[in-house]
Each structure stands twice: as C-alpha cells, then as structure tokens.
C-alpha cells in the first residue's frame, strides 16, 4: 500500500489518475462525450459548454453516440497503451440519461475487459443506478456536491428536474442534497470507492467546505477534491452568480489545508474536459475526432 492506504484498496486506486496521485504519472483517463442533458441547474454552469463540475467549463464536446464513443475508445486504446480509464463526465449528467452511459459501457466492455469503467454525476440520479452501477463493475463514482446545508445550497442550484417536475429555491436544494447523500452511502455499502468533488465559490460555500468533507467522510467518501470555480466572462452568462469572481490558489490551498482531518484529499486534479484523452494535464482529443476515427464496426 501507499501511506495510510491499505493494500487491498491500493490495488483498486494503483492505475487510476485521479484516484491516486502516484498513478496520474503513468496512467491515461479518456472521457467520452456521450450525456449531453442534465437534470439540475448550477448557477455556475452555462449549459453551452460541458459540465462544470467535473470539467473545465468554456469548451464544447462533440457530442458522441454510444456506439461513436465506442470507435473512439478503441482508437485510443491502440495507440496509447497507458489508457487505464474510461470516464463518463458529461458534458452533462453522466446519470441523467443513464442509457447512453451504461450502452456505452457495454459496447466497450465486450472489447476491453480490463478498462476501468468511472463515472461523475451530480448525485440526483444516482440511487436509482447503484445497482446497474455494480452490474458495469464500476469501482470509481464521483459526485459533486458543493454544500450539505440546503440555505447555501439554495443559491447555488436554481433548479432541479426529478420525477417529471420542476423543484426550485429550498425544496429543490432539499431533494437534491438528500439524493447525494443517499446515493454516497449506497455505494460506500457495496465498497465503491467514492469521490466527491466541490467546487469552491468565494462567498458561498467555502467556509462550509469542512462540513462538507465531514458529512462525506462519515459516509465512508474515499477521496474529497475541492476544485475551484473557473470564472471567465469570456464564456458567457452564469446566471445566478453575477460579480462571483474564482478562488485564487491561495485561497483553494487554504480550504484544502483546512481539511486535514477529513477524507483524504485529491490535490491533483485538472478539471478535464467532458472529452479528454491522455494524461492528466494532456489533451489529444483534437487528435480523435470523429472524421479522424477508423470506420471499424464495433
Ligand atoms: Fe474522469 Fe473524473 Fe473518472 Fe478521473 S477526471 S470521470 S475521476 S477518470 Fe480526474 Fe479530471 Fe479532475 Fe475529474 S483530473 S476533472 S477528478
Ligand atoms: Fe451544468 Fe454539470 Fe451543473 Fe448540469 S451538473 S447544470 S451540466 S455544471
């Protein structure tokens, strides 16, 4: 094992980049573009580009079919051979239209038996997939989850859309928390490791970040990455947080450092796009664009 990691955990973590740091050295993570919609609204997000909360928000995906997602994968895994990890990160909610994840990671798993499967959401649908989740074999979730206190909550999602009907303000902050919560402890049962990611908002959340890392360590989260809100007008309107300018590093390493006691920390991130490939901190998805892939059958 690594540090305070037991051996039967680190055999888990070893080749994933995001869930070990040693790993990020020497393994690649791709993700495919495959969940374009989504069921909640963040204030922080402008829907024109991919999912905020798990990457770098300002650029546009190409937009994959499962069987699309499928070709690419097998392109990228012949040429780099360090490809341990299949991410579905958006650029919407990975869960939100579960069908085009889990057709995706079927269509891959009949090609690729040892590719590690991953998935980000943001925790509303999840519960109802732990399941199908344990059925794929995927061994890494993360959530985003960026305030356990509804009021705080409240101004950072607008909006939710569950079970056909539009929530708002308080009662949709509440349905939402509680599905995160109730979504991490399901998985941590079945042993998932679990991470969860935040994002720091100066002014919103980023004295409730300890809370945060307590509530998801007490859930049995194995790793907590607080990333910073990328702001930059440039990308356009995000509606609800006129005038909320990003973190500075100091200030992200500040909260980091005020976790210590909590679930252990990712430090490492890059806050990758919803169709990176390479490693971390590498991007050659402009070298796998649908025109650029083999028309082999999959
Ligand atoms: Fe992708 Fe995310 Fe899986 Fe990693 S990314 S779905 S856990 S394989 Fe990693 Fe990128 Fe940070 Fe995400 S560096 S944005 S934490
Ligand atoms: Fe945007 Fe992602 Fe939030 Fe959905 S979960 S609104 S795609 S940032």
């Given amino acids: 094992g690594q540090g305070d990691v037991p051996d039967a955990v680190w055999d888990r973590i070893k080749d994933h980049p995001c869930f070990s740091e040693e790993a990020h050295h020497y393994f690649a993570r791709m993700h495919v573009a495959v969940a374009p919609a989504c069921n909640i609204q963040c204030n922080y997000c402008n829907r024109k ?27 990228v895994a012949a040429r780099i051979p360090q490809l341990s990890v299949l991410g579905i990160a958006g650029p919407g909610d990975a869960l939100f239209d579960w069908r085009r994840t889990f057709e995706t990671f079927r269509l891959v798993g009949e090609k690729l038996p040892d590719l590690k499967f991953c998935v980000s959401t943001n925790g509303l649908a999840l519960p109802d997939h732990v399941d199908e989740l344990a059925r794929h074999n995927i061994d890494h979730v993360t959530i985003t989850i960026n305030a356990i206190d509804p009021e705080i909550a409240a ?88 005038g909320v300018r990003g973190p500075t590093p100091a200030e992200v390493k500040a909260v980091q450092d005020s976790l210590g006691g909590g679930a252990h920390l ?17 991007d050659l998805s402009a070298e796998f664009t649908l025109d650029k892939l083999p028309e082999a059958p999959v």
């Avoid at 928390?177 to 042993?191: F, I, S, V």
């Avoid at 809100?229 to 990308?235: C, E, T």
Wanted: hydrophobic share 40%; proline share 5%.
């Fill in 155 to 242: 101004g950072i999602y607008p909006w939710i859309y569950f079970k056909g009907k539009r929530h708002t303000g308080i009662e949709a902050a509440r349905i939402l928390l509680d599905r995160q919560m109730e979504g991490l402890e399901r998985l941590t049962a079945k042993g998932v490791l679990v991470k969860v990611n935040s994002v720091l908002i100066p002014g919103l959340n980023d004295a409730h970040l300890v809370a945060v890392n307590q509530a998801i360590k007490a859930r049995g989260a194995f790793l907590h990455n607080v990333m910073p809100l990328i702001s930059d007008p440039a990308h356009g309107t995000r509606f609800g947080l006129d």
């Fill in 49 to 75: 580009y991919d999912c905020a909360n798990e990457s770098r928000p300002g650029v546009t995906s190409e937009r994959l079919t499962p069987e699309q997602a499928a070709r690419k994968v097998l392109a």
């Fill in 266 to 282: 990712m430090r490492h991130c890059r806050q990758c796009r919803a169709d990176a490939v390479g490693m971390l901190g590498e």
